[in-house]
């Protein structure tokens, strides 16, 4: 990351910035930092000027004791800021969850885009939801980094073959590195359910986004995002899953943000 800026707790922030346009800031979702979107960045930066950060607590930014969803509101209201004062705000899974309760809250957004944020769809996903966020204090509290690395893969769905790859891969070691920022995705979706109200105090447009390969649930769940929302659109985007390919989605997203 090239550039710092300071969030009103103090906490530095990391960034970076690339092409020219409207602004568009990036927000990444569980175990990742700046980098996983900067594919994205590269794909957009031909139309607007984009920024991408590592969240507090993650690669270059820094972190302040104790943490609440409010301090990371306040990192994105920063950053806006800093590139301007105007930006439109794109956020992935539970980065997306971010950027709703971001705008929710007041920050100044021009457009708001999200894709395939995990609320649950029904009481058995917020039970789940229940248990792992239990689970995962657990084993934070415990210093077990690895097993709660464990906990949010079986979580998302993958399977225990391909845990047990993961834990002899290369990547492992950035992976538990990433684990406290876990409990920090898990607290900015709340209860797990889509939070209406809040989204309803939402004025910007706002695009919600779902890959067509993806399962259905998520569709439903961006159809309630979308309806609760006082400017919302729901979107497919062709072929794609969860791991959505910045390739195909950039032009989807220029669609939106460039109007």
Known sequence: ?????????????????????????????????????????????????????????????GETAPYAVEREIEDLAALIEAVGGDA????????????????????????????????????AAARAAAEYTERLAEALGQGRRGDAVELFLRH?????????????????????????????????LGDSRVP????ASISAPLLVLAGGASDAWWHEVARAIAQA????????????THMVEPGVLAPVLVEFLAV
Do not use: N
């Open 1 to 61: 990351m090239e550039k710092t800026t300071v969030s009103r707790d103090g906490t530095r922030i990391a960034y970076a910035r690339s092409g020219r346009g409207p602004a568009v800031v990036l927000v990444s979702g569980a175990m990742s930092t700046g980098a996983t979107t900067a594919p994205l960045a590269a794909e957009l930066s031909g139309r607007f000027d984009v920024t991408v950060y590592d969240r507090r607590g993650r690669g270059e930014s």
């Open 88 to 123: 439109s705000l794109y956020g992935m899974s539970s980065g997306g969850a971010l950027v709703l309760r971001a705008a929710a809250s007041g920050v100044p957004v021009r457009r708001v885009a999200v894709y395939e944020v995990p609320y649950a769809v029904d009481d």
């Open 156 to 188: 998302t769905g993958l399977g225990e073959e391909m845990i047990r790859g993961a834990r002899q891969s290369p990547m492992w070691a950035g992976m538990e590195s990433l684990a406290p920022s876990l409990a920090y995705d898990d607290a900015v």
């Open 196 to 199: 209406t109200s809040a989204i």
């Open 229 to 240: 929302a006082p400017d919302g659109t729901y979107g497919s985007v062709d072929r794609q």
